[in-house]
C-alpha cells in the first residue's frame, strides 16, 4: 500500500469511520480493511490481509459469469465507479449479506509503477434498504392485485370475470403476456381458455400451440402449479425441461414464466401463466402476493359462479310468474313490458296474465306484491294460478275474493303479505268491446279515448290478504274503436328522479296524451322510456315494473 495510505494519521482515520474500508493493490490483493469488517462480515481485518478481495464475495463472483463484477471490484474499472451498488458479500459464518459499495481508483504517484495503483472499497449494511425495499415492493404487489380484485367485481358472470383476469394481471404486475387454463370436464386435465398480450404486442407461437395443448397434473408449467397449487417460477424458457414449449417462446421471444393456480379450497379453478420478453428473477414477495391473489380470486369467482347460477333459478322462477306470451284477442291487439327493480332482490312480486275464458271473454289481471324474493314469489304464484283457477264462471270481483281467500290461507306468522290487483274481464259487443273492471288496492287503469282524453277507470279497493270480509265493486268500461287501455304497477308512478321527485299519475297521463299512435306496443314502449328517463342519474332504488296495454284499433 502507498505511503499516503499507511501514514499513521490516515489510519486511525479509517478506523474510526463506521462504514468498512478496504483497500486493494493493482493485483486485487487485501492491503487494508479497516476494524468495521467485524461488525458488517464477521471478519478479523488481520485475516483478510493479503488475501484475493474475491475471498470477500460469493463464490459465482469469482469467475465466469461474475468476472466483469470480479473486475469491477479488484481493478475499479468500469460505469460504476464513483457510485453506490448492490452486491452480495460472503459474511466469515458462511451466509450472504447484502451491501452497498462505492468504489474509488487510487492513481500512483507519478513515476510511481503501474502496480503502485489502489482500489479503495466503502462497504456498507444494504439489509434496511434491501427490507424497506422489498416492503415497498410488497405493497406494489397488493395495490396491484386489489386492483385487479375491483375489475372482476364489475364482472356480471366468472367468465367474464376470466376474461378480465389476463388483461388486468399483466397491466397490473408488468408482465408481457398470459394464458389462462381451466380444468376440463373430470378435471383431469387442463385445457386452454385464453391468451393475452399487453397492447401492440402479441405471442402467435404461443397462442398457436395453446390451442391443441393440453397439461396433465404435474406437466409443464400449468400442471406443476395444478400439482403443488402453489406458484411455480421459470426463469429460462429456452432451457429449463420443466417448460414444455421453448420453440414457442423462442419464436415469441418470451423468456422468463410464472404460473400460480386459482383455487376454492383445495379444488383448482384455473392455472394463469405470465410471461415475459425479459429474462427476470422472481422474488419470493411476488409469489407470496400471486398465491395469495390466486385463493382470493378463486373464491370470488366461486361466489360469482354461485351468485350466478342463482340468477338464472331467479330468471327461470320470474319467467314462471309471467306469460310467455300474450295471447291474440280478437279485435284487440295486447302489448306488455316487465322490468325487474333494482334492488338485491332477484325475483320481483308484480305480474300479469291474460287468459281466454270458456264463453269467450277474456281475463286481464295486473298485480303487485308487497316485497321482493322468494317469499314475495310465492305469494305472486298463489295469487296468478288462484285468478286463474277461480276465471271461469265467474266475474273480477268474485275472482279477486278467491285470491283474497286463498292469500289469507297462505298467511303464516311471518310478515304480512298483501297483494294490490287490478281485474278486468273483456267481452266483445256488438259495438266493440267493453269490460268490467275491479280493483283492490291497486293503481286504477288508465283509459286513453281516441281524441287523447287521459281518464281514470274503476273505482280504489283494499289490498288483497288482509281482510276476509273485504267486497269488490265492478265498475263497466266501455272501449270503442282507438281505445287503449292501460294497466301498470307502481313501479311506474313511484319512478323517482335524483331529487326524489315520483314520475306520478300526472307524468303517466302526460305520455298517454302525447302519443301519436295508440299501437299497443308503442304504448308500452313509450311509458318504458319515460319511467326510464325518470331515473336516468337517480340516487333512488328502482322498483319492479309492469305495462299492459289493450288496444282497440280504428
Known amino acids: 500500500m502507498v505511503d499516503s495510505l499507511t501514514d499513521v494519521s490516515s489510519c486511525t482515520l479509517l478506523s474510526a469511520l463506521p462504514d468498512t474500508v478496504v483497500v486493494a493493490d493493482a493485483r486485487g490483493r487485501v492491503t487494508y480493511v ?146 389462462l387454463w381451466q380444468p376440463q370436464d373430470g378435471s383431469t386435465r387442463l385445457v386452454h381458455a385464453g391468451t393475452w398480450t399487453t397492447p401492440g404486442a402479441s405471442v402467435p407461437a404461443l397462442a398457436a400451440d395453446a390451442v391443441a395443448r393440453t397439461f396433465s397434473r404435474g406437466a409443464g408449467l400449468p400442471g406443476l402449479a395444478w400439482q403443488q397449487g402453489a406458484p411455480v417460477v421459470v426463469e429460462d424458457l429456452w432451457t429449463d425441461p420443466r417448460f414444455l414449449r421453448p420453440d414457442a417462446a423462442r419464436a415469441d421471444v418470451l423468456r422468463t414464466g410464472v404460473a400460480f393456480p386459482v383455487m376454492r379450497g383445495d379444488t383448482l379453478l384455473a392455472v394463469c401463466e405470465l410471461f415475459s420478453h425479459e429474462q427476470r428473477a422472481v422474488p419470493p414477495e411476488l409469489l407470496d402476493v400471486l398465491a395469495h391473489a390466486g385463493r382470493q380470486i378463486g373464491q370470488f369467482l366461486d361466489r360469482l359462479r354461485a351468485e350466478s347460477h342463482v340468477r338464472a333459478l331467479a330468471d327461470t322462477l320470474q319467467r314462471s310468474l309471467l306469460p310467455s306470451h300474450l295471447p291474440t284477442v280478437p279485435g284487440v291487439r295486447l302489448a306488455a313490458r316487465y322490468r325487474p327493480g333494482g ?25 303487485d306484491v308487497c316485497g321482493t324474493g322468494a317469499e314475495a314469489a310465492t305469494i305472486t304464484a298463489v295469487a296468478r294460478h288462484t285468478a286463474r283457477a277461480a276465471a271461469a264462471a265467474s266475474g273480477p270481483s268474485e275472482i279477486l275474493g278467491a285470491v283474497n281467500a286463498a292469500l289469507l290461507h297462505e298467511q303464516g306468522a311471518g310478515p304480512l303479505r298483501f297483494v294490490t290487483a287490478c281485474c278486468l274481464v273483456l267481452q266483445r259487443t256488438a259495438h266493440g268491446h267493453c269490460a268490467r273492471v275491479s280493483v283492490a288496492g291497486h293503481p286504477l287503469p288508465l283509459l286513453r279515448s281516441a281524441d287523447g282524453t287521459v281518464t281514470e277507470i274503476g273505482r280504489p279497493g283494499r289490498p288483497l290478504g288482509i281482510d276476509a270480509d273485504v267486497r269488490f265493486a265492478e265498475v263497466p268500461v266501455a272501449l270503442p274503436a282507438g281505445a287503449t287501455l292501460v294497466l301498470y304497477t307502481d313501479g311506474v308512478t313511484e319512478a323517482r328522479d335524483d331529487a326524489g321527485a315520483q314520475f306520478g299519475e300526472d307524468g303517466l297521463s302526460r305520455v298517454l296524451a302525447d302519443l301519436a299512435t295508440t299501437d299497443a306496443e308503442h304504448v308500452v314502449s313509450a311509458v318504458a322510456a319515460a319511467v326510464e328517463e325518470q331515473l336516468r342519474g337517480s340516487r333512488h332504488e328502482a322498483d319492479d315494473l309492469a305495462v299492459l296495454a289493450l288496444a282497440v284499433p280504428h
Open 34 to 179: 479497516n476494524p468495521a469488517v467485524r461488525t458488517l462480515l464477521g471478519y478479523d481485518p488481520a485475516t483478510l490481509l493479503g488475501k484475493p478481495l474475491t475471498s470477500i464475495m460469493p463464490a459465482r463472483f469469482r469467475g465466469g459469469h461474475g468476472g466483469h463484477v470480479t473486475r469491477f471490484l479488484t481493478t475499479g474499472e468500469g460505469e460504476l465507479v464513483g457510485q453506490t451498488t448492490q452486491l452480495p458479500a460472503l459474511h466469515a459464518d458462511g451466509r450472504e449479506v447484502t451491501i452497498d459499495v462505492t468504489l474509488a481508483r487510487v492513481e500512483p504517484y507519478p513515476g510511481a509503477s503501474p502496480e503502485a495503483s489502489s482500489v479503495v472499497s466503502v462497504l456498507r449494511d444494504a439489509s434496511t434498504t434491501v427490507l424497506l425495499e422489498r416492503q415497498l415492493q410488497v405493497s406494489r404487489y397488493l395495490a396491484a392485485t386489489l386492483r385487479v380484485t375491483a375489475a372482476l367485481t364489475e364482472a356480471p358472470d366468472a367468465d367474464v370475470a376470466f376474461e378480465r383476469l389476463l388483461p388486468t394481471l399483466c397491466t397490473e404486475l408488468d408482465w408481457d403476456a398470459a394464458t
Open 343 to 367: 334492488g338485491s332482490a332477484l325475483v320481483g312480486g308484480d305480474t300479469y296474465d291474460v287468459m281466454p275464458l270458456p264463453d269467450g271473454r277474456w281475463m286481464v289481471l295486473i298485480a
